[in-house]
């Protein structure tokens, strides 16, 4: 069963950045569909951005031209670069496949505030 680490997270600024990195316990290249989700307090987890094997993209509306996704499947690791942070962008965020398996990472947590 692959395990998911997230790192990066911490306390930032709004209007600051942020880079989120998930390291995968096997390749991902097989794994196809990557992707963020991030989960706020007291809602439920959502997708954040996804990107195929090919590297084709896609974002939640809320995050369009601010987060870039990304991935290396020769170092099975995926990043979240984050800019122009809000306070709404304050949750817990997990990588995993999409859709997602059942289990998840321990998630890192992003907290932006001044």
């Known amino acids: 069963q692959v395990q998911f680490v997230e790192s990066g997270g911490g306390l930032v600024q709004p209007g600051g950045s942020q880079r989120l990195s998930c390291a995968a316990s096997?390749?991902?290249?097989?794994?196809?569909?990557m992707a963020w989700y991030r989960q706020a307090p007291g809602k439920q987890r959502e997708w954040v951005a996804v990107i195929s094997n090919g590297a084709n993209t896609n974002y939640a509306d809320s995050v369009k031209g601010r987060f870039t996704i990304s991935r290396d499947n020769a170092k099975n690791t995926m990043y979240l670069q984050m800019n122009s942070l809000q306070h709404e962008n304050t949750a817990d965020y997990y990588c995993n496949k999409f859709p997602s398996y059942n289990f998840w990472g321990q998630g890192t947590q992003v907290t932006v505030s001044s």
């Open positions: 096997r390749t991902i290249g097989s794994l196809y569909v």
